[in-house]
């Protein structure tokens, strides 16, 4: 489901070291920052390893699998664009590959969110130029 959003979103930052993440989105694939050094994944994307500090950075496809770490139910957005969407689940994903990443859980009402379910990533194209990754239950 896709909202109609009446004020601009906001752009992600730092475009250089996430684009491919974003690249992958539209395409609704999941894709994590790996240290071919170390062979850690990690994110959020960022020129070098935060475990040890190489910048020998590729990009590997994930399950879209994991589980809900955290969260909480947004009444009171920080950003206006996101309105409309009010009451939304602001989440914390811990991925099967190890990864945490903030998203959001949807298709689940706010009072059916568990701590540890299962969760998958689903896509939202949002406008014409973004997607975003989100999670629904598994
Ligand atoms: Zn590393």
Not at 25 to 31: G, N
Not at 59 to 70: A, F, I, K, P
Request: proline share 10%; with cysteine.
């Amino acid at each position: 489901m896709t909202a109609e959003y009446r004020k601009p979103l906001p752009n992600p930052l730092h475009w250089a070291a996430s684009k491919p993440f974003w690249e992958a989105a539209k395409r609704h694939e999941l894709v994590m920052p790996r240290c071919k050094f170390c062979d850690r994944l990690f994110f959020y994307p960022r020129e070098v390893c935060p475990r040890c500090l190489r910048n020998d950075i590729d990009w590997v496809t994930v399950s879209g699998m994991g589980r809900l770490h955290t969260y909480t139910v947004i009444h009171q957005p920080a950003n206006a664009a996101f309105q409309g969407d009010v009451p939304y689940i602001y989440a914390m994903v811990q991925l099967d590959e190890g990864p945490r990443l903030i998203s959001n859980l949807v298709d689940c009402p706010p009072d059916q969110a568990q701590i540890d379910m299962r969760v998958t990533a689903v896509f939202d194209d949002v406008t014409p130029e973004w997607t975003l990754v989100k999670f629904k239950p598994a």
